[in-house]
T-cell receptor, first 112, second 115 residues
Framework: AQTVTQSQPEMSVQEAETVTLSCTYDTSESNYYLFWYKQPPSRQMILVIRQEAYKQQNATENRFSVNFQKAAKSFSLKISDSQLGDTAMYFCALYNNNDMRFGAGTRLTVKP | DTEVTQTPKHLVMGMTNKKSLKCEQH?????MYWYKQKAKKPPELMFVYSYEKLSINESVPSRFSPECPNSSLLNLHLHALQPEDSALYLCASSLRLTGSYNEQFFGPGTRLTVL
C-alpha cells in the first residue's frame, strides 16, 4: 500500500514571503509520479507542479519549486513571493500502478 | 477546450431517488476518474476508466454505478444512497492512464446532499 503524509494541517505566510509545505510518502515502487495540487476555497483542484521519480532534477514552475529527496521519500513544495491568490488547500499526491493517493492537505493562508 | 465540466453543480436527493452525475471533456483524454471528497478531507479515488473500459473499482458500494458511453463522457449513476454519501464528487481526466501522460485535470465537482 502507498501512503502520503502531510504533517502541517495549517500554515500561514505574509504576502511576498516564502513558505515551504512538507510531504512524505511511502511506496514500494521505483517508478512513480508526485504532484502538488491546489484547491482554493469553493473552487476546483488545479495542478501546481509534478515530479517524475526517475528524474533527479527538482521541478520548478515559476514561483513554485519542489525539493525531491527520493531516498528520504520526501517531496516538499516551496512557494516564493507568496501572493494572496495562493491561499488554498494544498494536497500532495502520489501516483503509480494506476492509483492516485492524496495526503490530508495543508491549508495555506497568505496574509496581506 | 482545456477543461473538464461537471453537471449538475449541486444535487439534493432523497434516499429512494435515482440520479446521475455527468462529466465531460474534449481534450482527447482517454483516462477518466471519479473521486469522492468529504469536507476538509482529500479526494478518494472511486473508479478509473481507460479507453472506455473500467480499469479500477476501489471497492465502492453498488449503489454507485459508473458508465463511460464514449471517450469524452463519464457518468455516475446514483441509487438508494445514504446520508453519509453526501460529499463533493470530482471528475478528472488524463491523456493516458500510464506513463508520463498521467497528469490529471479536475472538474469543479458536483456537491451532493442526500436527505
Amino acid at each position: 500500500a502507498q501512503t502520503v503524509t502531510q504533517s502541517q494541517p495549517e500554515m500561514s505566510v505574509q504576502e511576498a514571503e516564502t513558505v515551504t509545505l512538507s510531504c512524505t510518502y511511502d511506496t514500494s515502487e521505483s517508478n512513480y509520479y508526485l504532484f502538488w495540487y491546489k484547491q482554493p476555497p469553493s473552487r476546483q483542484m488545479i495542478l501546481v507542479i509534478r515530479q517524475e521519480a526517475y528524474k533527479q532534477q527538482n521541478a520548478t514552475e515559476n514561483r513554485f519549486s519542489v525539493n525531491f529527496q527520493k531516498a528520504a521519500k520526501s517531496f516538499s513544495l516551496k512557494i516564493s513571493d507568496s501572493q494572496l491568490g495562493d491561499t488554498a488547500m494544498y494536497f500532495c499526491a502520489l501516483y503509480n500502478n494506476n492509483d492516485m493517493r492524496f495526503g490530508a492537505g495543508t491549508r495555506l493562508t497568505v496574509k496581506p | 477546450d482545456t477543461e473538464v465540466t461537471q453537471t449538475p453543480k449541486h444535487l439534493v436527493m432523497g434516499m429512494t431517488n435515482k440520479k446521475s452525475l455527468k462529466c465531460e471533456q474534449h481534450m482527447g483524454h482517454r483516462a477518466m476518474y471519479w473521486y469522492k471528497q468529504k469536507a476538509k478531507k482529500p479526494p478518494e479515488l472511486m473508479f478509473v476508466y481507460s479507453y472506455e473500459k473500467l480499469s479500477i473499482n476501489e471497492s465502492v458500494p453498488s449503489r454507485f454505478s459508473p458508465e463511460c458511453p464514449n471517450s469524452s463522457l463519464l457518468n455516475l449513476h446514483l441509487h438508494a444512497l445514504q446520508p453519509e454519501d453526501s460529499a463533493l464528487y470530482l471528475c478528472a481526466s488524463s491523456l493516458r492512464l500510464t506513463g508520463s501522460y498521467n497528469e490529471q485535470f479536475f472538474g469543479p465537482g458536483t456537491r451532493l446532499t442526500v436527505l
